[in-house]
Each structure stands twice: as C-alpha cells, then as structure tokens.
C-alpha cells in the first residue's frame, strides 16, 4: 500500500474517531425508592422513552429502583453534590436541602386529588418547584405517590382517639412526627429501606403510606389493620443537578422538562385508576381496610393542623406557607363551583 493510501487511510480513521466521539451519548440516571411497578417508575419509563426517542439516542435514561443508589435523602445529596443527574424524593426528605417543602407535610391539606394536583400545577406549585434552584437543584415536576394512610397491627383506626399509644413509623421528617404526637401516637423515623424488617420484628407497630407501597412491600404480611386517614397527600418531587441540567443544550433541557411533565401526569393517571384494586387484593391478602368519615377526619384535622402550620412557619418563609393555604382553599372553591 503506498504512503499516500496509508495516509488518508489515516486520516479516515480519526474522522471516524473523532465522529464517535462527538456523539457519545449523554447518560442520564435516575435514583427511585421504589419498585419498578410503582406508579412513579411507570411514569418514568414515558420519560426515558420520551427523551430517548425525541434526542434521537444522544440521551440514555436509566432509572433505578428500590433505593439502589441510595436512600431518598442521599439521593438528593447526591443530586446537589453532582454525582447523580436526577432523583425522586418525598417532601420529607426534600425538606432537608429546601424548607419550603414543608408546605406538603400540613396535614389533612387536601382532601381529593383534584385539589392537590389544581395547587401543584398552579403557580404556587410551580413556584415550589423553581425554589429549588436556591439549593442547587432543578425542580421538574411531581411524580405521584398518593394519599399517605395509616396500617398497625394494634386497632383499627377510625376516631383521633384510636391513635392512643400506637408506636408508628414516619419518615425522618420532623413535620410527620410532630403530626403523630399531636393525634396521640408515638412517632419513631425508620428509613424506608429498613421499615419492613422494624414490622416484622414488632419494634414499631404500625407505619403511613399510600396504598401503592402497602402492595409494592408487602405489607400485608407484618400489619392487620389498614386505616384511610388520607393525612398527608405525597407527591414525589423529580429533581436534577441544576450544574448538569443548565449545562444540557436549550433543546435537551425542554425535552427533559417536557418529559417530566409527561411521566408525572402518566403516573397520576396510574395510581388513580387502580387504587380500588390495590383495596380489594390487600383485603384479600387478609388486611382489614376501613374508611374514616368526614368527620372524624376533621377532627384529626383539628388537633393537629393549626400546630403543624405553626411550627411550619418557624422554620420556612411564613408568606409561602399563607400563600400555599391560600391556593388551597381557592382550589376547593374552584372545584365546588365547577371551574
């Protein structure tokens, strides 16, 4: 082979070296606490393949499940410090790196979804969400997670009184337990990761979640009785590294942005329809599921709120707190008046 095929022969292979290089693909994971069929994992499989599809393979989406990256806390840490791009975390632990989330920890705030997502997706949500760069993350959109309900194995749990003494299990969210203290419970922070295991060796005697995890863990192997109390509506904030999100192109960044929008109203749409399911295959699982009236609600609501918000108010900006309470009761007033 002459000396002039050798060289462009060469010169062939580092275009070629270069164009790979050039298109390398952008790797964009996601930490999730829960399993792959939750409804929040579900809605995240419309993101990779929204984003996948409309980067046209430049961004690779790979979503991890069941805590593999880390715990909801750590996750978001990770996010912060720029080792991880993107993770899901309940306000919970989001109040940790942004006190505004505390504004979802007021109990009995909501009492339908259609209110809670009429906020979320209104202006003071949305506000919500931008807060989140004040902390070096980029507030995307509200994955679902549902209505938080109480299970135990001690009674079933239908008056503020039946709260008496039961030793049950929060996030390590001081909001959460100062709500359980205030019903007469005695609150104690368990990870997520740990919370089976603390049932199943009767360290605690109930827990809250939404019914997607009661079915997701299992729990109608550790806990009787399974109480509707709606507390505590729980969405699951998706969040970014704001450093890696604002070093995406314009046209990445809208993908993504619209992406999230699409996975968090795919995930609504998930919980919501199968929620008398879960119901009725946990009571066949053998737990004893009840509702509690109106009014036994508002006076959980009673012993409880008034206090939460205050203590709310000392430890986030007071005017956003009036300004979330406001958006409430506006969306209530809304919806009674079918607008």
């Known amino acids: 082979?002459?000396?002039?095929?050798?060289?462009?022969?060469?010169?062939?292979?580092?275009?070629?070296?270069?164009?790979?290089?050039?298109?390398?693909?952008?790797?964009v994971r996601i930490s999730v606490c829960n399993?792959?069929?939750?409804?929040?994992?579900?809605?995240?499989?419309i993101f990779k393949n929204y984003v996948e599809e409309k980067t046209n393979g430049e961004m690779i989406v790979d979503v991890y499940p069941n805590s593999q990256l880390g715990a909801e806390r750590e996750s978001v840490e990770q996010c912060k410090n720029g080792s991880l791009e993107m993770a899901t975390a309940s306000a919970g632990p989001l109040t940790t790196f942004n006190s505004k989330f505390m504004v979802l920890d007021i109990p009995f705030a909501f009492n339908s979804y259609d209110v809670a997502w009429m906020v979320l997706d209104g202006p003071v949500g949305q506000k919500l969400l931008e807060s989140c760069e004040e902390v070096g993350l980029k507030g995307l959109s509200f994955m679902e997670n549902g209505f938080r309900h109480v299970t135990n194995n001690v009674r079933p749990v239908t008056k503020v009184e039946d709260f008496a003494n039961i030793k049950i299990r929060t996030m390590e969210a001081p909001m959460h337990m100062e709500n359980f203290k205030l019903?007469?419970?005695?609150?104690?922070?368990?990870?997520?990761?740990?919370l089976y295991l603390t049932l199943q060796q009767k360290i605690v005697d109930g827990q809250e979640n939404p019914l997607a995890n009661l079915w997701e863990v299992k729990m109608y192997e550790v806990q009787k009785y399974a109480s509707l109390t709606g507390h505590i509506y729980d969405p699951m904030p998706l969040v970014a590294d704001l450093k890696w999100f604002n070093g995406l192109t314009p046209k990445q960044q809208s993908i993504i942005e619209k992406g999230a929008i699409l996975a968090q109203n795919y995930s609504r749409f998930v919980n919501n329809a199968r929620e008398e399911e879960l119901a009725r295959l946990l009571t066949e699982k053998g737990m004893i599921i009840n509702d509690v009236t109106d009014e036994?609600?508002?006076r959980m609501r009673d012993a409880s709120q008034a206090k939460v918000v205050e203590a709310i108010k000392k430890n986030t900006d007071p005017a956003f707190v009036d300004e979330w309470l406001k958006a409430i009761d506006k969306a209530g007033e809304d919806i009674k008046a079918g607008l």
Do not use: D, R, Y
């Open 1 to 27: 082979m002459s000396k002039k095929c050798i060289a462009v022969l060469l010169v062939l292979l580092l275009v070629l070296s270069l164009s790979s290089v050039g298109f390398a693909a952008t790797k």
């Open 296 to 298: 036994e609600k508002a």
């Open 183 to 194: 019903l007469g419970a005695n609150p104690t922070p368990v990870p997520w990761t740990e």
């Open 35 to 45: 399993a792959p069929t939750h409804p929040q994992n579900i809605g995240l499989e």
